[in-house]
């Protein structure tokens, strides 16, 4: 009974009902090369769209007992939302390395998760725009054979690109931009914004890009710099989550050039941000609460302390990954509705 309790506040916190089970996310057991590719599909048909402006879906929702609504009706910007991987499990078909659009569990998998927990913080800076796509597999990010990893990854970039063409031409009508993704979609919204506004004319549209849970180095665009100030626009924020004075392995444990924007001040610089700065953040269930984490850049990664909710005591997760965005839900709601309103001053 009491490590059922545990488990219990352990998802509470961590956001997720995998961890109330065994649960390690599965490695493929075959090559990229020897598993069928999903068919290619369409954007016009709106199914292939886990959230759009036009229809009822999952980013149009507020936490639960938040103060917020949904103000997709009357916003100036846009949002191009690119999801994180969410593919972590053995496909009962014969898609093994990349999604099929026609998997109606992982569509639903998809909007029940980060569509409600991650692309509803944009909702009142800008209207939703997130396409399904063929995304890699959990397995590309963890296998040896580096050919593989970049097979899966270009067959899901190809669909991030045809969709944001698509929404170019039939949706943007020169409105503002903000890009927001995570984890594996931060790895396409990276490719998309070298391709598409870094240098680009398209630049002159972008609002900011909030490009979440990747380590990103400073210089990964040529022109596009990362964001200094609370209100700056034109540039990009990014930032993985740890534990307090825990560094990953991969971490040289020396200062790097990896950006870390703290999402409670919105600088670079190393100092701390208590919890009282956190209007909000949401935990499991979709639901609001208050001071939820603190936050602190430490040698280009965002360090806070575990969730200040009740049972926080028996937690002792390291990496936050999971929830970089849940933890700022507050914060980064405000800072991009700031920016929006910001770029639209600095036009007129």
């Known amino acids: 009974m009491r490590n059922f309790l545990l488990c219990l506040i352990v998802c ?14 599965v490695t493929l057991q075959v090559r990229w090369k020897d598993s069928p590719i999903p068919p290619e599909s369409d954007y016009s048909d709106e199914n292939n769209w886990a959230a759009l402006p036009s229809k009822k879906d999952a980013a149009d929702r507020v936490p639960i007992g938040s103060p917020f609504k949904d103000e997709q009706a009357s916003a100036k910007a846009d949002v191009f939302f690119i999801h994180p991987t969410i593919l972590t499990y053995e496909p009962t078909n014969e898609f093994k390395w990349n999604a099929s659009f026609s998997d109606a569990y992982l569509n639903a998998m998809v909007d029940s998760s980060t569509i409600l927990n991650q692309a509803t913080i944009f909702n009142a800076a800008g209207r939703i725009y997130a396409p399904r796509y063929r995304q890699a597999h959990y397995h ?3 296998t040896s054979f580096k050919e593989d990893k970049a097979a899966a990854l270009d067959v899901a970039y190809s669909d991030v690109k045809k969709a944001f063409q698509y929404y170019l031409s039939h949706y943007n009508e020169g409105r503002p931009i903000i890009i927001a993704s995570h984890s594996q979609g931060t790895v396409h919204a990276t490719r998309l914004m070298q391709e598409f506004f870094d240098g680009k004319e398209l630049q002159k549209q972008l609002v900011s890009a909030y490009i979440i849970g990747i380590a990103t180095p400073k210089n990964i665009f040529q022109q596009i710099k990362p964001c200094e100030k609370p209100a700056q626009t034109g540039c990009f ?10 560094l990953p392995d991969w971490h040289p ?17 190393e100092n701390f ?15 609001w609460v208050k001071n939820f984490a603190d936050a602190q850049n430490h040698l280009g ?10 049972g926080r005591s028996f937690v002792h997760l390291k990496n936050w990954h999971k929830a970089d965005l849940n933890l700022f839900y507050a914060p980064i709601r405000e800072n991009a509705k700031a920016r929006v309103d910001a770029f639209i001053s600095q036009k007129h």
């Open 12 to 25: 509470a916190i961590t956001l997720t009902l995998q961890n109330c089970k065994p649960y390690t996310p």
């Open 140 to 142: 590309a990010f963890v």
């Open 237 to 246: 924020i990014a930032y993985t989550t740890f534990l307090q004075g825990y």
């Open 253 to 269: 444990k020396t200062p790097t050039e990896l950006v870390s924007t703290n999402p409670l001040t919105w600088t670079l610089d």
């Open 273 to 287: 941000a208590p919890k009282e700065l956190n209007p909000g953040g949401v935990s499991y269930g979709f639901k």
């Open 301 to 310: 990664v965002l360090w806070t302390n575990t969730p200040y909710v009740f």
